[in-house]
């Protein structure tokens, strides 16, 4: 599911201003912004009890959040199915 302020759909997935509207169980974030842009996702994440935080390879934000911790990755790739 796409977190998007201005967007309302992409390829027919429902897009949310922020990931604390989107009102369910979120297993995975993923991360395709700039590593200075990265905490507030992963706090937004950690918040709604993400399971995990995925980064784009060669970006890495080595400013960790304090408290309960995602686990994250930017090393290994995902699929969904």
């Not at 990265?38 to 304090?66: D, S």
Request: charged share 25%; hydrophobic share 40%.
């Amino acid at each position: 599911m796409p977190d998007i302020e201005t967007l309302r759909r992409i390829l027919g997935e429902r897009c949310y201003p922020s990931l604390a509207d989107i009102g369910h169980e979120v297993d995975m974030v993923g991360v395709f912004r700039r590593a200075e842009d990265v905490m507030p996702v992963a706090r937004q994440a950690i918040e709604i009890g993400a399971k995990a935080l995925w980064q784009q390879f060669g970006v890495a934000n080595l400013e960790g959040p304090t408290g309960r911790r995602a686990s994250t990755s930017s090393t290994r790739c995902w699929t969904a199915s």
